[in-house]
């Protein structure tokens, strides 16, 4: 639990590191809008400039997203009016130092994000500095989207493969449904030897796995709010 002090900082941070992501919109962009706390921050600003005469055209992550944006008059599309994004901001639960490998969908849309991010020359990723870390799945668990369909069969097989993983479950004691209409298993990342390349394939390769939330060589920036400005992390190419 953090103290109110903590919780204000973590949101200022939030807010800076969006704002400096959203100012990275240029005019005529066709832009993939994230998912989770920062990301709305990111939402709020970019609609802000919207407003302002900043001419985009964007495509969200999720339904709540979705709705954020319309309701900011963000112009929206789709893939089948936009066959490429210019840059896409989001947020995420980890990023890994050095690497900026992440781990992505503890809001439970990694596999839009995933989808919205391949399809876009430019990921910027937001955070606060809670999600910097030195190994993956230091602070948090791997979300990976499977089929709800003989779900316990394929997390017997994940377990298998050496991923001790839990079905993400709603307050009313139903399992959490993603916008696709799939369940989330949350799994524990080994904390010594793990390889998140291997792990990367593993999951790819498990019948009823939809997709995983390891993002790896994907951001091509990471932008940390801190408690006075923000830091920019580039990925090395
Ligand atoms: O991957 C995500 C949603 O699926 C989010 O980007 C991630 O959970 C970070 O959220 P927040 O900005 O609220 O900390």
């Known amino acids: 639990m953090s103290t109110p002090e903590q919780a204000n900082s973590t949101d200022a941070a939030k807010r800076r590191a969006a704002v400096w992501a959203a100012s990275q919109v240029e005019d005529g962009m066709k832009v993939g809008l994230g998912t989770g706390s920062t990301s709305a921050l990111v939402i709020e600003e970019v609609g802000r400039r919207v407003a302002e005469g900043l001419r985009i055209t964007a495509i969200a992550t999720s339904e709540a997203s979705q709705k954020q944006a319309l309701g900011l008059k963000i112009p929206m599309s789709d893939f089948a009016h936009l066959p490429q994004l210019d840059l896409t901001i989001d947020g995420a639960d980890e990023v890994q130092e050095g690497t900026l490998y992440l781990i992505k969908g503890h809001g439970g849309a990694l596999l839009r994000e995933k989808i919205v991010a391949i399809a876009s020359k430019k990921l910027i990723i937001a955070v606060d500095p809670r999600k910097l870390v030195k190994t993956l799945g230091a602070v948090f668990t791997l979300p990976v989207e499977i089929v709800p369909f003989g779900f316990e069969t394929t997390m ?72 006075e400005g923000i830091q920019v992390l580039e990925a090395a190419r």
């Open 156 to 227: 017997r097989r994940l377990k298998d493969l050496g991923f001790d993983c839990e079905l993400r479950m709603n307050d009313d004691g139903k399992p959490f449904v993603t916008d696709g209409q799939h369940y989330i298993a949350h799994c524990k990342l080994p904390q010594v030897g793990f390889d998140a390349k291997q792990a990367a394939e593993k999951l790819k390769a498990t019948v009823g796995v939809v997709e995983h939330g390891l993002f790896l060589g994907m951001a091509s920036k990471v932008v940390i709010g801190g408690p």
